[in-house]
T-cell receptor, first 113, second 116 residues
Framework: DQQVKQNSPSLSVQEGRISILNCDYT??????FLWYKKYPAEGPTFLIS?????DKNEDGRFTVFLNKSAKHLSLHIVPSQPGDSAVYFC????????????FGAGTILRVKS | DAGVTQSPTHLIKTRGQQVTLRCSPK?????VSWYQQALGQGPQFIFQ???????QRGNFPDRFSGHQFPNYSSELNVNALLLGDSALYLC???????????????FGAGSRLTVL
């Protein structure tokens, strides 16, 4: 039962353009959605999160949009830089004691210079 | 400020053997979670430890067990290894057991286990 899905295994974008990474979920009980970035040989690092009561959260070049009716969220990176090339994981959680993150399979982003 | 450290970074075992992976949480964190990341997949939750007790468990068999020590460090043990246990094992720490958008997980680089 895949509750969080990232249907695009990879995405290639030109430097300076916008990168849009998508994520769909099935569990309407999720309270938070998070994006993690992972470089090879490193652990995932937290990028940005959004509460289920919000529809947008922005942090510098990174913006996450949440569409609860469609059970869909997206991460926008503007402008994209070569250093953004990494695997991006969408994750979700139900707030509570001892809770866990549910991850998607990840999207490989390649930013070409 | 050291982040989450894991050891060993790589190891190779054969089917039926047992393995122990170790994790030291980020300074100031008291909760440790373990995740398994198989090739081409996202991390999957194994369990969470807080106050030296297992607080939550994912859909993993009893062959997977853990321990948390008084200094908050943790071990993951896997018995009777199967080929399908080959994966990257990630340890993550947090300020408390209640993960949220404000209290996020900090991950280590992982231990790559290969079972032959």
């Amino acid at each position: 039962d895949q509750q969080v899905k990232q249907n695009s295994p990879s995405l290639s974008v030109q430097e300076g353009r916008i990168s849009i990474l998508n994520c769909d979920y099935t569990n309407s009980m999720f309270d938070y959605f998070l994006w993690y970035k992972k470089y090879p040989a490193e652990g995932p690092t937290f990028l940005i999160s959004i509460s289920s009561i919000k529809d947008k959260n922005e942090d510098g070049r990174f913006t996450v949009f949440l569409n609860k009716s469609a059970k869909h969220l997206s991460l926008h990176i503007v402008p994209s830089q070569p250093g953004d090339s990494a695997v991006y994981f969408c994750a979700a959680l139900v707030e509570g004691y001892g809770n866990k993150l549910v991850f998607g399979a990840g999207t490989i982003l390649r930013v070409k210079s | 400020d050291a982040g989450v450290t894991q050891s060993p970074t790589h190891l190779i075992k054969t089917r039926g053997q047992q393995v122990t992976l170790r994790c030291s949480p980020k300074s100031g964190h008291d909760t440790v979670s373990w995740y398994q990341q198989a090739l081409g997949q996202g991390p999957q939750f194994i369990f969470q430890y807080y106050e030296e007790e297992e607080r939550q468990r994912g859909n993993f068999p009893d062959r997977f067990s853990g321990h948390q020590f008084p200094n908050y460090s943790s071990e993951l043990n896997v018995n009777a290894l199967l080929l399908g246990d080959s994966a990257l094992y990630l340890c993550a720490s947090s300020l408390s057991p209640k993960i949220s958008g404000a209290n996020v997980l900090t991950f280590g680089a992982g231990s790559r286990l290969t079972v032959l």
